[in-house]
């Protein structure tokens, strides 16, 4: 069955400070795989996708960036994080064509810039 | 690109009570549409899905929704609500631009 892991699960960083959330899932191929940033009452707001090693799409303009270095791999990271950057950030993938099945969801990252 | 509307962002009833999420879509096309749910403290998952044939859905847990085409509406009903379902519900749709749009979510707390 297919799993999909994030770490960490909560993050304290100061402003200024580099970031690197990982997402990984296991038992399924060439995954669709999607960064999203969740507020409350705001709704899931999508960051990046991907759908193949180092293709990346960004959705919005934001101090965000993603990669992806492997198949089942998508790093969300930042140079230098800005108080905005505070929020939960949710990883999932997909399979066929992007953006229109069931997409399925990780833990989360609750991270919080002070 | 779709959007997505969910309003009454909290809902508080008791339980035995009936339930209904409005969700409103603006998109002219094909649609997939779904209903997302996130107890506290899971994961959000999957409660139920439309992408063809008979527009009344049967999902997890009692609950089912509606596609009214005519009305850009996908509906989510439990004709009788139990504590466990204090969650958040999220609406979303595919539609032709290959993203998959989030309305704001209704924040549902069931009192027993």
């Known amino acids: 069955s297919q799993t999909i892991h994030q770490w960490p699960a909560t993050l304290v960083q100061p402003v200024g400070s580099p970031l690197s959330l990982e997402c990984t899932v296991e038992g399924t191929s060439n995954p669709n795989l999607y960064w999203y940033r969740q507020a409350a009452g705001r709704g899931l707001q999508l960051l990046f996708y991907?759908?193949?090693?180092?293709?990346i799409s960004s959705e919005v303009p934001q101090n965000l960036s993603a990669s992806r270095p492997q198949d089942r791999q998508f790093i969300l990271s930042s140079k230098k994080l800005l108080l905005s950057d505070s929020g939960f950030y949710l990883c999932?993938?997909?399979?066929?064509?992007?953006?229109?099945?069931?997409?399925?969801f990780g833990p989360g990252t609750r991270l919080t810039v002070l | 690109a779709q959007s997505v509307s969910q309003h009454n962002h909290h809902v508080i009833l008791s339980e035995a009570a009936s339930l209904e999420l409005g969700c409103n879509y603006s998109?002219?096309?094909?649609?997939?549409l779904f209903w997302y749910v996130q107890y506290p403290g899971q994961h959000l998952q999957l409660l139920l899905k439309?992408?063809?044939?008979?527009?009344l859905v049967k999902g997890i847990k009692g609950f089912e929704a509606e596609f009214i085409k005519s009305k850009f509406s996908f509906n989510l009903r439990k004709p009788s609500v139990q504590w466990s379902d204090t969650a958040e519900y999220f609406c979303?749709?595919?539609?032709?631009?290959?993203?998959?749009?989030f309305g704001k979510g209704n924040q549902v707390v069931v009192i027993p």
């Open positions: 439309y992408f063809s044939g008979d527009p």
């Open positions: 979303a749709v595919a539609g032709g631009n290959n993203r998959l749009a």
């Open positions: 991907s759908v193949g090693i180092g293709q």
């Open positions: 999932a993938w997909s399979v066929g064509a992007m953006g229109v099945g069931e997409q399925f």
């Open positions: 998109y002219g096309g094909t649609v997939n």
